[in-house]
């Protein structure tokens, strides 16, 4: 019974990184290419919502209010997250 709740936890460790991962490239492309990026993930088993909006236009704001019903409540990331310079501590607290 360990070995699989292991496995799980493992499983679990592995799609955060990969999230957070997604995350700080969709950010960087947003940098780089002057581009507003809105990203969504959706965790088919929880029902979980990551979002990140690196949006300084506000072009994207109406996701916030249209997603603020939904349970449970989506986990939101912008780009003033990514500047504070924590990087990594920021962006781990969604999980």
């Known amino acids: ?3 699989q709740s ?3 936890k493992l499983m ?3 799609q955060c990184r990969r999230r957070i991962n997604v995350m700080k490239k969709a950010y960087e492309y947003s940098k780089l290419c002057n581009a507003d990026v809105c990203m969504g993930i959706r965790m088919r088993e929880t029902g979980q919502v990551h979002i990140l909006s690196a949006d300084p236009s ?5 996701l916030t209010t249209q997603l603020s019903a939904y349970y449970p409540t989506p986990n ?4 003033r997250d990514f500047n504070k310079g924590g990087k ?3 962006i781990n ?3």
């Open 88 to 90: 990594e501590t920021t």
């Open 93 to 95: 607290s969604v999980h």
């Open 1 to 3: 019974m360990s070995g």
């Open 6 to 8: 292991s496995t799980r």
């Open 76 to 79: 939101m990331v912008n780009d």
């Open 12 to 14: 679990r460790q592995k």
């Open 58 to 62: 506000g072009f994207w704001a109406f």
